[in-house]
């Protein structure tokens, strides 16, 4: 019988019950840091606006562009940066789920345990999500040049549905990429993505309703103008890690070569504990 | 078991014997007899799980709930993975609840959203987050006293902010209908 999706939130709110503090602080670090490195980019910007009224070239397109381009630069590092925390979080999260304990340096797990590969998934999720948003910005700027005519506003919306449907089908194949890694980091890349495909197969729709569960919890957030995303975050990681060792579980038990080991250690100590003392049988 | 029964746990008294067996499966006879043992004559010490006839272990949860029961577990036990997961899963059950501290929040976050509902936006931050900490706070199939009450205040909290905003709303049509001049 397979675990609905509520025993596995009942599992997730167990396993976070207790450490909310640290999981949460980590968060709080995590955004404390791509805080600072986004006001960074947004001084380069600004320092280099006043710079170029204050001298004589105040409308000098070149210097704009430089500056423009550096706080994109610093922004791109920033994301990677928190990604990669993201993914030290993930590692306390499936510590806690497996009944491990779990400190605030985990937070540094992606960054010490081969961040390229991290990275990795990372670029490649990027990469398909801006090529299933290609057929969107077409239609888009289309519809601007012919000023919004109704056909290309229906196309634009379609579009719109056709790319979020695209990510939806992706996520279901590939959604549990980056557990796999987080949870063995000497996998490569490609195998985690082989791996999470494999492992969804037959499943995706209770993936799918997993996902589609916390659109309440979503919107909560939305209206706590991200606040409540503190908490949110690490409910549903949590909760889907929770359906990856579930589903891991189960394909354990229904593997056709598995046959049930005896507990030859737990019989050997029996015998030796109900054996009388002083007897040398 | 002694330290189980401190933290609070509703253990039965078995005057030292290990626990009842929980399985249907089990025979009457042998529950009249006391005799505890699994049926296929093993015993695990210190772990309350019996093998049924159809294969399935039973463990009775630690912490008495209505809902919860035995708990069939099969598949925990069986390979080394799912072993370490279905133990990993008996220390959740089993560990003492630490729940009353996001119920506490929720209500707080609550009282506070009807506080600061007056001024919009603090009802509905307050109130979201009172609702969040509320439905996190439900681990078993009830909720707390705390966690229910968290949820009033917050539901109010964002109700008195949506009719504030709905006031203010009426009160600038005329504003806006004059064109904004007086």
């Known amino acids: 019988m397979k675990t609905s999706a509520s025993e596995l939130k009942k599992r997730a709110k167990l396993s976070l019950s207790g450490h909310y503090g640290t999981v949460v602080g980590a968060m709080v670090i995590a955004y404390a840091a791509i805080l600072v490195v986004v006001l ?50 993930r590692r306390m999260l499936y510590n806690l789920s497996t009944g491990k304990t779990c400190e605030l340096g985990d937070m540094l797990f992606a960054f010490t345990h081969r961040p390229h590969r991290f990275l990795g998934i ?3 999720h990027f990469f398909v999500s801006l090529l299933l948003g290609i057929p969107y910005v077409v239609v888009s700027t289309a519809a601007a040049i012919t000023g919004y005519i ?7 919306i379609l579009m719109y549905i056709l790319q979020l449907a695209g990510i939806i089908v992706y996520s279901l194949y590939f959604g549990l990429t980056v557990i796999i890694l987080t949870e063995n980091p000497e996998k490569k890349v490609l195998a985690c993505f082989r791996e999470s495909a494999a492992i969804m197969r037959g499943n995706k729709g209770r993936f799918f309703y997993l996902e589609l569960s916390f659109i309440g919890m979503m ?34 038990r229904e593997a056709p070569y598995y046959q049930e080991e005896p507990e030859y250690e737990n019989d050997y100590d029996r015998e030796f504990d109900d054996a009388p003392l002083g007897d040398p049988a | ?23 249907e499966d089990a025979s009457p006879e042998a529950e009249a007899a006391g005799n505890t043992e699994r049926p296929d004559g093993q015993e695990e010490a210190g772990v309350p799980v019996w093998q049924a006839e159809g294969g399935q272990n039973m463990v009775r949860n630690p912490i008495s709930q209505p809902g919860y029961g035995p708990v069939p577990r099969p598949e925990y036990r069986r390979t080394p993975h799912a072993q370490q997961y279905g133990q990993m899963g008996d220390q959740a059950y089993s560990r003492p609840r630490k729940q009353s501290n996001m119920a506490l929040a929720s209500l707080v976050m609550g009282i506070i959203g009807i506080v600061t509902s007056c001024c919009c936006y603090g009802g509905l931050i307050f109130g979201c987050l009172g609702i969040l900490f509320a439905l996190l706070s439900k681990v078993d199939d009830t909720m707390e006293g705390y966690a229910k009450g968290g949820l009033a205040t917050s539901i109010i909290a964002l109700v008195l902010a949506l009719l504030v905003f709905v006031l203010l709303v009426a009160l600038s049509i005329p504003y806006l209908l004059i064109g904004g001049e007086y």
Do not use: C
């Not at chain 1, 109704?150 to 634009?156: A, K, S, T, V, Y």
């Not at chain 1, 889907?240 to 394909?251: G, R, S, T, V």
């Not at chain 2, 078991?1 to 399985?23: F, H, N, Q």
């Open chain 1, 150 to 156: 109704p056909i290309m506003l229906i196309l634009q």
């Open chain 1, 122 to 124: 990372y670029l490649i």
């Open chain 1, 40 to 89: 960074v980019a947004v001084g380069v910007l600004v320092a280099n606006s006043f710079s170029r009224i204050m001298t004589d070239s105040p409308y000098d397109s070149r210097g704009f562009w430089s500056s423009m381009a550096a706080a994109v630069v610093i922004y791109l590092i920033a994301l990677l940066l928190v990604y990669l925390f993201l993914a030290g979080i």
């Open chain 1, 219 to 252: 919107l909560l957030g939305i209206g706590s103008f991200g606040i409540g995303y503190l908490w949110i975050f690490p409910y549903m990681e949590t909760t889907i890690i929770h359906f990856y060792l579930d589903l891991k579980a189960e394909q354990w």
């Open chain 2, 1 to 23: 078991m002694d330290e189980d029964r401190e933290l609070g746990y509703d253990i039965p008294d078995t005057d030292g014997k290990p626990p009842e067996i929980l399985s």
